[in-house]
């Protein structure tokens, strides 16, 4: 499957920003969907995560409560809204794609994820 994040930008701290993700070539609802990020000089972390069908959603601690990830498989996307932003979440933001039977449960972990877009840049100015 082939990924492509879109979306990014340059927002004050506060503010807000919706990312989304088109994928394509495979059957969308066969994967489990993730967002992660990098910032410059940091390592990869896991952000968001959607089961399969969407009826289950499953977020990091540090943005817990501002983000929102959801999809529309009709459509083949995947979208985090972000609200609340802070500089802390000036990174690269990446959209990834899971096989497996991932219905309930969620994968959060790097090595779970299969496919990966590139990323698009979200700058949060304080």
């Known amino acids: 499957v082939q990924l492509q994040a879109s979306g990014g930008g340059l927002v004050q701290a506060g503010g807000s920003l919706r990312l989304s993700c088109a994928a394509s070539?495979?059957?969308?609802?066969?994967?489990?969907m993730g967002w992660f990020r990098q910032a410059p000089g940091k390592e990869r972390e896991f952000v968001a995560g959607?089961?399969?069908?969407?009826?289950?959603?499953y977020y990091s601690d540090s943005v817990k409560g501002r983000f929102t990830i959801s999809r529309d498989n009709a459509k083949t996307t995947v979208s985090l809204q972000m609200t609340s932003l802070k500089p802390e979440d000036t990174a690269v933001y990446s959209c990834?794609?899971?096989?497996?039977?991932?219905?309930?449960?969620?994968?959060?972990?790097?090595?779970?994820?299969?496919?990966w877009g590139q990323g698009t840049l979200v700058t949060v100015s304080s």
């Open positions: 990834a794609a899971a096989r497996g039977q991932w219905r309930l449960v969620v994968p959060s972990k790097d090595d779970e994820y299969d496919f």
């Open positions: 070539g495979r059957t969308f609802s066969n994967y489990a």
């Open positions: 959607i089961s399969r069908n969407g009826g289950s959603t």
